[in-house]
């Protein structure tokens, strides 16, 4: 199973950024994703998931700007991000859960003030 995310950056606050991670290897369909992210000095934390059925949730924060999808035809999970805060700049991890936990490669979003 890999999973490959893509799409941080460097966004002003305000702004917007699309993550995207694309998973091989494994019935996405019936797969729980997630977001997680890690600030710098803080624990992982979630961020917001998908269940196989399109059940979303979202960690307080972020309800409201932050939006979670998928496309089970192209294996790939979307976050919409959007109104971003300072305080949103991490490193942004996909998660696949299938039995066990598998996760991508962290793509950094910095959002400056």
């Known amino acids: 199973v890999q999973l490959q995310a893509s799409g941080g950056g460097l966004v002003q606050a305000g702004g917007s950024l699309r993550l995207s991670c694309a998973a091989s290897?494994?019935?996405?369909?019936?797969?729980?994703m997630g977001w997680y992210r890690q600030a710098p000095g803080k624990q992982r934390e979630s961020v917001a998931s998908?269940?196989?059925?399109?059940?979303?949730n979202y960690e307080d924060s972020v309800k409201g700007r932050f939006a979670i999808s998928k496309d089970n035809a192209k294996n790939t999970v979307y976050l919409q991000m959007n109104s971003l805060k300072p305080e949103d700049t991490a490193v942004y991890y996909c998660?696949?859960?299938?039995?066990?936990?598998?996760w991508g490669q962290g793509t950094q979003v910095t959002v400056s003030s």
């Open positions: 290897g494994i019935i996405f369909s019936r797969s729980v």
């Open positions: 998660m696949l859960t299938s039995g066990r936990e598998y």
């Open positions: 998908i269940t196989s059925g399109g059940i979303t």
